[in-house]
């Protein structure tokens, strides 16, 4: 069964740059079995879609996310990256990453995807 755990500064500054990363046990990137996203939570409020790679690369993002955003996947270590540029101090947020069989655009639910990390917490603050 597919395993993941996300990593990453439990803090960061106003506009600066996250950086996320999704570890993965249990099955490889490269058979292609999965599509792995990102998801997050911002305290009481649902769940937003951030994006998705595709085990060859190819990458699916929300509009609101606008250009800010990258998703990036290291074969080799069984990884993938979430950067998010600019992050706003009014978006501290739980970010989580999913696995899915599917190409599952804009959908947060949780009971669509085969997997999903325990989460990290990211605080916004100076």
């Known amino acids: 069964q597919v395993q993941l755990q996300e990593s990453g500064p439990g803090l960061v500054k106003p506009w600066q740059t996250l950086s996320l990363t999704c570890t993965v046990s249990?099955?490889?990137?490269?058979?292609?079995?999965?599509?792995w996203g990102w998801i997050r939570q911002p305290p009481g409020k649902d769940l937003e879609w951030m994006g998705v790679v595709s085990y060859s690369g190819s990458t699916y993002y929300s509009p609101s996310l606008k250009s800010r955003r990258s998703i990036f996947r290291d074969l080799p270590t069984n990884q993938f990256t979430l950067q998010l540029l600019s992050v706003a101090p009014e978006h501290p947020a739980v970010y989580y990453c999913?696995?899915?069989?599917?190409?599952?655009?804009?959908?947060?639910?949780?009971?669509?995807?085969?997997?999903w990390g325990q989460g990290t917490q990211v605080l916004v603050s100076s």
């Open positions: 999913a696995a899915s069989k599917l190409l599952l655009l804009g959908a947060p639910e949780k009971t669509l995807y085969a997997s």
């Open positions: 249990g099955a490889s990137m490269s058979a292609g079995l999965y599509y």
